[in-house]
């Protein structure tokens, strides 16, 4: 199966410097698009170099930051376009470990949405606080609750995709842009008949830069919801 890594970026320059040798490292065969929203400190053209002698690396430019759900969208429209067969959300900073990545890519082909789980049996949290273990973990017993379906990981980034859900889900419905924006399409997905299989990840704290999250994206998850349903 010909498999794409999609990893919005924004300000990532030093994540991405130890990123992209520790993707190259790993056994499944996948190449990876970087999306980056004109970083001031240099990401994408950092990124751009690379693609020069690595066919493997892609870059995806946007002229402004336009927000996590919107940069996804415009990767999986890229991947689309290339005629991948699976699609991955991944995230720039570590808190997405290359070595679950291997493993999940290696099992897509068996599933039709593999989840990088922190709520299932396996799956941990490194380095949170307690306000911020609460948040998340309320976040998805929220979702799971109002929308009815058994998954445990609704607000988790870490997701691999058959190309056909995509095209059944019809991203251009698709209307949140947070961290909303995951559990809409886990939502679509499982509408549209699809299963989710959860694996378990350690899902680790950045290494380097500062968290995108905010109270506004937070509280926008929990009333979008119910526009969801």
């Known amino acids: 199966m010909k498999k794409l890594v999609i990893i919005p970026t924004y300000n990532e ?11 190259m490292k790993l056994s499944s065969q996948f ?8 970083s001031p400190d240099g990401t994408g053209h950092y990124i751009l170099e690379i693609a020069k002698s690595n066919p493997r690396i892609n870059l995806l430019s946007r002229a402004k930051k336009q ?13 689309l376009s290339k005629n991948y067969d699976t699609l991955t959300e991944m995230d720039a900073d570590f808190s997405h470990r290359p070595v679950d990545l291997d493993a999940i890519l290696h099992i897509i082909d068996q599933h039709d949405v593999v989840v990088g789980s922190r709520y299932v049996p396996g799956g941990q949290t490194v380095n949170w606080g307690i306000i911020r273990k609460l948040i998340s973990r309320g976040g998805s017993l929220y979702s799971k609750l109002i929308l009815g379906f058994p998954t445990s990981d609704w607000t988790g980034g870490f997701n691999t995709w058959k190309i056909q859900v995509l095209k059944d889900i019809d991203l251009s419905t698709i209307q949140s842009n947070g961290y909303s924006f995951q559990i809409e399409l886990k939502y679509k997905a499982q509408k549209k008949g699809y299963k989710i299989y959860e694996y378990p990840i350690v899902f680790e704290d950045r290494r380097v830069g500062q968290s995108k999250m905010s109270l506004k994206i937070v509280l926008e998850a929990f009333y979008k919801v119910w526009m969801i349903r």
């Open 13 to 23: 320059i030093e994540n991405v410097k130890v990123l992209i040798p520790e993707l």
């Open 67 to 79: 927000g996590l759900g919107k940069a996804y969208i415009a990767g999986f429209n890229w991947g």
């Open 31 to 38: 190449d990876v698009l970087f999306v980056d929203d004109s």
